[in-house]
């Protein structure tokens, strides 16, 4: 079993950046594959990004492709987001969350473990 906890949220002007962290405890994050997803006011749970189990290999959502970075350091054991050109609408919190499986989809019910998620807001 794995403990999930994000942080690095904040207040942000629209084009500023943010890199949110996720530290694994329990097990290492290249045991899982991992993601972070985010919610805003009323709306869905989505995914943004993740990482298959194993492997540097990386999906994102179309809403983020070029500005969004998502990496791990192993030795660390946490997994991180460069969030970069941000905009109102990414305005949400956002979490990290784990599978055992390799892949990485899109929906939040194929995910085991979540952390707790830290706010994001860009004002413009």
């Known amino acids: 079993q794995v403990q999930l906890a994000e942080s690095g949220g904040g207040l942000v002007q629209v084009g500023g950046s943010l890199r949110l962290s996720c530290a694994a405890s329990?097990?290492?994050?290249?045991?899982?594959?991992m993601a972070w997803f985010r919610q805003a006011p009323g709306k869905e749970r989505e995914f943004v990004a993740g990482?298959?189990?194993?492997?540097?290999?990386?999906g994102y959502a179309d809403s983020v492709k070029g500005r969004f970075t998502v990496f791990r350091d192993d030795a660390k054991n946490t997994m991180y987001l460069q969030m970069n050109s941000l905009k109102p609408d990414d305005t949400a919190v956002y979490y990290c969350a784990a599978r055992v499986w390799a892949t990485i989809p899109v929906s939040k019910n194929a995910y085991d473990y979540w952390g707790q998620g830290t706010q994001v807001t860009v004002s413009s």
């Open positions: 990482m298959r189990r194993s492997s540097d290999s990386t």
């Open positions: 329990g097990r290492t994050v290249s045991s899982y594959a």
